[in-house]
């Protein structure tokens, strides 16, 4: 396994356009994590899947963000109808259970610019 | 709203000086403390995670305590090198995920 792997690593798109991001985490994780994290200020959650089941969302996420995790391994992060508010680091990270005594497990970002 | 704070936001020091960063978070129902380095162009990397009040652990030249009734850790680093420069995060667990604060940038220069 080569950990968490995200891609795109940089996605540059035009105000109004549709984005999707994927994360495929460690394989034998259950928990998948995305966050959010712009310049100057810390990671911020976004969502969490166990599994397949996405558990909780954050009230950062407005209806133009879905997140799916269809088969609980690769996950996708789908945003609609983008803004130049969401440029930021996209973050995914992994963990085999929500209280790890390991820490979590974080791929390199997908950095998305709207322009 | 539950607030992670670090301090100082940044810092310079010189190779060989020692350093330490602290990271305030709510002290009701602690679960665990989590420390990562992250570099540029990098991926965060884990550190240390911690439990108990009064923890302290260490890897390498770099240590962590925990207070978990005051709702305080300290980061260590001694004699820092070059290539500790990076943004130290903490981040406490809050209803099963990871509460960051905003990091503390550290640049060590030659």
């Given at each position: 396994d080569t950990g968490v792997s995200q891609n795109p690593r940089h996605k540059i798109t035009k105000r109004g356009q549709n984005v999707t991001f994927r994360c495929d985490p460690i394989s034998e994780h259950n928990r998948l994590y995305w966050y959010r994290q712009t310049l100057g200020q810390g990671p911020e959650f976004l969502t969490y899947f166990q599994n397949e089941a996405q558990l909780e969302k954050s009230?950062?996420?407005?209806?133009r963000f879905s997140a799916e995790r269809p088969k609980g391994s690769f996950s996708t992060l789908e945003i609609q109808r983008t803004e130049q508010g969401d440029s930021a680091m996209y973050l995914c990270a992994s963990s085999?259970?929500?209280?790890?005594?390991d820490g979590y497990t974080f791929g390199s970002g997908t950095r998305l610019t709207v322009v | 709203i539950l607030n992670v704070e670090q301090s100082p936001q940044s810092l310079h020091v010189q190779e060989g000086d020692s350093t330490n960063f602290t990271c305030s978070f709510p002290s009701s129902n602690f679960y665990a403390l989590h420390w990562y380095r992250w570099e540029t162009a990098k991926s965060p990397e884990a550190l240390f995670v911690m439990t108990l009040n009064g923890d302290e652990k260490k890897k390498g030249r770099i240590s962590a305590t925990l207070n978990t009734k005051e709702g305080y850790s300290y980061l260590y680093i001694k004699g820092s090198q070059p290539e500790d420069s990076a943004t130290y995060l903490c981040a406490f667990i809050n209803t099963d995920k990871l509460i960051f604060g905003t990091g503390t940038r550290l640049q060590v220069f030659p």
């Open positions: 009230r950062l996420l407005s209806d085999f259970q929500g209280l790890t005594t | -």
